[in-house]
């Protein structure tokens, strides 16, 4: 089950830690391009400078697609260097009629072997399910995310509550029947944020938007963890992997990696001390 | 301009059909698989027997994508199949923050060059703005797709309209400033295709959901064409790419374009002479 993997990795590693591999030959140092294969030096580097404090990482598959046939052999490769006590999660953002997502969720769940996956809810359940019945694989649904486009439509009015919280009711429904549902909440919408975590306790959040997109890392603990302070995850991209654009990228890839962890558990105390 | 290629194709050829490509290697004839590359022969003659017939085909990307490696070689060899006078549109359903949309948006419009994509309206303007900024190609947002799904969210009341009402009035201030959008909307929805039409008279609608999926072609075109009746895509994938799974496939799959098409301009001229 993916739940109990992640609520155990959280207490074994002691981290909600996740590092997005947003991959980007434009960002990362330099003197790697004079190597056969930069981008995945790069990767393997900083996954071996953080994977004893991320319990997670998230491929942006955009940033791998984008360079064809190169990124997915590069997507292959990153997959290999993580460790088995971390989760990998596609953030892929898929959502398509039923016979589509089902090759979808078989590029990912079984020919890649991610754990995890995002997805766009739009198109609705058929859209999502061919996800939902691969058992013992997460799915996070895009509930409210962290861009500012999120005003466009997440926030309409629907009979009195914003969009995404009916996105939010309609996964914990999915959620009983297969138990391997999650949201994906930005930590730029802190009090909004709080109302979803009110409205699914048991629901694992995945929260990006700390650090470059600027999202208020105390109030994803203080409202996006649940009682426990658990099954959440907090996302950071290129606050830590483009840290630094030296030779000591890796080292200071850590250290960023480190400082937010250590910012991480010193605000669950203050929460649980509440 | 995209509509204007578009409207003239549709002139040109007296064609609205969309030619689907959800190729895929369980339903392709079975004596092709002695071949070596039975996907790229398949869509070659597919592409050959119809490209009179089709103003556009739409290689659905996951079909491509879940193929790995290979599936991005076939897709190249796909485009280069198809005709100049033919519009290719990615149905790709993409929509994500601001940087990987860029990524999405170089990788279909530039390395692979397609005319127009499908993007998915739920992470609102920034996550369709990298796809709006490229001049001359057609982007089509899901506003009310083809299947059961649908009704989970797109029909949601926001302020005494559905969601996908809303979607279409974004679309269409969007199309204010940028003029290359369009929607995609589904013929299994045939009343609810009028009333976007009637809001949005000037947008390119694509409209999947017509043959496997049941979609009605009448109401589709007596309700989503536009008074000239044009500027709409009608598309249908398996009914004529899977028409026959002998020796004879590209010729029954023509068969079956022709058949849809004179359909098609019955109907039309039907409703020009209402």
Same sequence: chains 1, 2.
């Avoid at 994977?51 to 598959?61: E, F, G, R, T």
């Avoid at 754990?115 to 799915?139: C, H, N, Q, R, W």
């Avoid at 979803?196 to 959040?205: Q, S, T, V």
Wanted: with cysteine; aromatic share 10%; glycine share 8%.
């Amino acid at each position: 089950m993916f739940k109990t993997k992640l609520s155990h990795l959280i207490k074994e590693k002691n981290s909600l830690l996740c590092v997005g591999l947003d991959t980007d030959i434009e960002q990362i140092p330099k003197f790697l391009l004079k190597e056969k294969d930069p981008l995945n030096i790069f990767n393997r580097e900083i996954i071996k400078a953080t994977s004893d404090l991320a319990i997670a990482y998230k491929p942006n598959i955009a940033f791998y697609e984008t360079l064809g046939i190169s990124g997915w052999y590069l997507l292959e490769k990153t997959l290999e260097s993580i460790p088995s006590n971390c989760i990998v999660i596609a953030d892929a953002k898929r959502g398509d009629i039923g016979n589509t997502s089902r090759k979808y969720a078989e590029l990912f769940f079984q020919s890649y072997q991610f754990d995890a996956i995002t997805v766009s809810p739009y198109m609705g359940f058929d859209s999502i399910s061919a996800f939902l019945e691969f058992e013992g694989k997460g799915i996070f649904i895009l509930c409210l995310t962290s861009n500012p486009g999120s005003i466009d439509f997440q926030y309409l009015n629907v009979e009195s509550e914003p969009l995404y919280m009916k996105v939010a009711r309609k996964t914990i429904e999915w959620d009983l029947d297969y138990g391997n549902c999650g949201l994906v909440v930005g930590a730029t919408h802190p009090e909004d944020l709080g109302s979803i975590r009110e409205a699914a306790p048991g629901l694992p959040f995945l929260i990006p938007g700390i650090g470059a997109q600027g999202g208020n890392l105390y109030t994803a603990i203080q409202y996006g963890t649940d009682s426990q302070a658990g099954s959440t995850l907090i996302n950071a991209s290129r606050s830590i992997i483009y840290a630094s654009k030296e030779k000591d990228f890796a080292e200071v890839a850590r250290n960023s990696a480190k400082d937010l962890l250590t910012e991480i558990n010193r605000l669950r105390n203050v929460k649980l001390n509440y």
